[in-house]
């Protein structure tokens, strides 16, 4: 649980998510997804004296430029969109399977919640199929009643065409643009996002058509809309915020799967909070409640202190010093303590950035007195003691407005937040003379 799932819980209450279905959520179907869908029609024709072509797809496939794939192939192997529109029907029809255990993908879940408008880029039915719909799937570009009635109803809405009309399949860029192109289609995107906030689900964080789609329309994406991705790298989660506008929402199916762990995810959102709590605060899972719609940062507990962390960086450069075992008990404590302050940050929607200011600011205290006491007297027991003092009065200056009360950090966290450097190896941190071999 996180803050931004906890906005994601609120705007679906208040009936202003549309879901935005893409190819992964098919996945369990065997529905190919598009690099699959390029990769069998490239199986299929570039044979023989075309081997060539596979080589080139499969390179433009591992760069992920999909559109690129498709004009090789169109080009060099004489198939223009009518060709490859069919060929996706045929592949699609022949490797779709039908599944009687619900519990195996995430439509049934979709289907329960209380959406009226679902869009996708998908080319199938199964969501029209699942999710139990009053009307037929249609074309966003072929609706031609007042937007005002797009939300009276449970619709599904395909972008990029529907395998019952060949010719709508969206697959190469000059399909692209053509329906792009199309003024009538914008002002309808327009008035869905202008709106409603999108939540994207069975995307990856590389899908060409939805970065071109949003970094073509930004204007149309303005406010707050959500991705669901599967334990994304920090760096990817600032890249989709800062570039496109998204606010992710994660899981992680490492050991698990991704329907159970997306279901867990919907559930959530779905969740009607006790009406009864008067005071305005709710309780999440374990021990953490929610404060004006922010995670409460609990810190570290008891049983967090039983961490084994011998083998982290921090530790030996705390081992090869004439240093107590009691300090370096409890500067592992610290360590703990300061781990779980941040990761408790991150899940409370704080950036990396202001995350870094922070470590910063306890890197320069750590300077500060290797200079005036390690320097001058040479005894690592005193400079660690001097550095922990120090931090356990941390004071941010006017950076602490980075941080709500409930977001500022303890004495135990503070001086824990010097081990956090030092368990990095990129970190010039050591408590002495000696360094690791």
Known sequence: MDFNLVNLNKDYLEG???????????????VPT?????????????????????????????????WDAIDQIKKFMSLDDQDIQSLIIEIIE?????????????????????????????????????????????????????????FDKKRVFHLHGH??????????????????????????LKAVTSTKKLLFMGFSFDDQFIQKLISDHRE??????????????????????????????????????????IRKVLAFVAERKNEDNTDGNTKGEGDCGIIDNKLLISGAKISDMDKNVESNL??????????????????????????????????????IGVIDILLGKAFIKYKERYSDTYEKFGDSQQFIEVVHETLKKLDLGRRSKLFSENEVSDEDENRGLIHILADDEKRDIWWGEKRIK
């Open 220 to 261: 149309f994406f303005k406010g707050q809309h959500y991705i669901l991705l599967d334990n994304p790298p920090d760096f990817r989660v600032k890249e989709l915020k800062d570039k496109f506008g998204l606010t992710t929402i994660k899981y992680n199916s490492e050991n698990s799967s991704h329907p159970k762990e």
């Open 314 to 351: 921090f530790y030996k450069k705390l081992r090869i010093e004439n240093i107590t075992p009691g300090l370096i008990d409890l500067s592992s404590l610290f360590y703990v303590a300061a781990e779980s302050y941040i990761r408790e940050l991150k899940n409370n929607g704080i950036s």
């Open 163 to 188: 395998m019952s009309n060949a010719g709508s399949i969206v697959i190469s860029r000059d399909s692209y643009k053509e329906l792009y192109n199309e003024e009538k289609y914008n002002n309808l």
């Open 34 to 66: 598009w690099r699959e869908l390029i990769e069998e029609i490239t199986a299929k024709y570039a044979v023989g004296e075309y081997n060539f072509v596979k080589s080139a797809v499969d390179v433009l496939l591992e760069r992920n430029d999909y």
């Open 16 to 30: 202003k998510v549309v879901p935005f279905i893409g190819a992964g959520l098919s996945v369990p179907f065997k």
């Open 94 to 150: 022949e490797k779709k399977i039908h599944i009687d255990d619900e519990s195996l993908h995430n439509y049934v879940d979709i289907g329960k919640m209380d959406f009226k408008l679902f869009l996708t880029t998908n080319y199938e039915n199964l969501l029209y199929k699942y999710i139990n719909c009053e009307t037929y799937p249609m074309l966003l570009r072929d609706i031609d009643f007042s937007t005002q009635t797009l």
